[in-house]
């Protein structure tokens, strides 16, 4: 049985840090691509950032890149997410997902095999 399980999440100012991570099992981890989505209330789920299996490359959306940083741990079948200079419009659920193909590319939601249960983030103004 494959299970993701974020944690990390709570409530930041604005201008701090979160770091989430997502531990998996029952998977092969080494032989997915490692992928963040968000969801704020009332919008739809975001690509947020991804990392392919071996960790060599890894993906941002503009609205992230340069703040957020993904990264993997193999060894711990983790993936990880560390948010800097967080801004009021990062607050969402933030949910891992494995997938062993991207087929549409690596920050579509459509190629994601499986997904966590959400971790909330919330930034204060």
């Known amino acids: 049985q494959v299970q993701l399980v974020e944690s990390g999440g709570g409530l930041v100012q604005a201008g701090g840090s979160v770091r989430l991570s997502c531990t998996t099992s029952?998977?092969?981890?080494?032989?997915?691509?490692m992928a963040w989505f968000r969801q704020a209330p009332g919008k739809e789920r975001e690509f947020v950032a991804s990392?392919?299996?071996?960790?060599?490359?890894?993906n941002y959306p503009d609205s992230v890149k340069g703040r957020f940083t993904i990264s993997r741990d193999n060894g711990k079948q983790a993936v990880f997410l560390q948010m800097n200079n967080l801004k009021s419009e990062d607050t969402a659920t933030y949910y891992c997902?494995?997938?062993?193909?991207?087929?549409?590319?690596?920050?579509?939601?459509?190629?994601?095999?499986?997904w966590g249960q959400g971790t909330r983030v919330s930034v204060s103004s």
């Open positions: 990392i392919t299996g071996a960790g060599v490359v890894s």
């Open positions: 997902a494995a997938a062993e193909n991207w087929r549409h590319g690596y920050g579509d939601a459509r190629d994601q095999d499986y």
């Open positions: 029952g998977l092969s981890f080494s032989s997915y691509g």
